[in-house]
């Protein structure tokens, strides 16, 4: 399985960007996704996961400003950013639970990483 981010970019405070990310290869079955930011020094942090149905689960920093969404047919996850912060200045890396075959186990995988940069 190999995720392609894209959509990163420079904003300006108040701004919006949206995320995409493509899970491609052998996959027979995704459960959540979702998105992760990092930067320099810190821990990876939580911004959003969505379920298999739908449920969307969201970090503490980005609740009210973001909207993460999936198409299940093109194994798609994006993330609607809104009203963006300096705060916001990460690498964010969308991560899928999935199994490539119907015997396989479930594992995660991550994608390479998108930079935003949001300036004030």
């Known amino acids: 399985v190999q995720l392609q981010a894209s959509g990163g970019g420079l904003a300006q405070t108040g701004e919006s960007l949206r995320l995409s990310c493509a899970a491609t290869?052998?996959?027979?079955?995704?459960?959540?996704m979702g998105w992760y930011r990092q930067t320099s020094g810190e821990r990876r942090e939580l911004v959003a996961t969505i379920s298999k149905d739908g449920s969307p689960n969201y970090g503490d920093s980005v609740k009210g400003r973001f909207t993460i969404s999936r198409d299940n047919a093109k194994n798609m996850v994006y993330l609607q950013m809104d009203m963006l912060k300096p705060e916001d200045t990460a690498v964010y890396y969308c991560?899928?639970?999935?199994?490539?075959?119907?015997?396989?186990?479930?594992?995660?995988?991550w994608g390479q990483g998108t930079l935003v940069t949001v300036s004030s």
């Open positions: 991560t899928v639970e999935a199994s490539m075959f119907w015997h396989d186990h479930i594992s995660d995988y």
């Open positions: 290869g052998t996959i027979f079955s995704i459960d959540d």
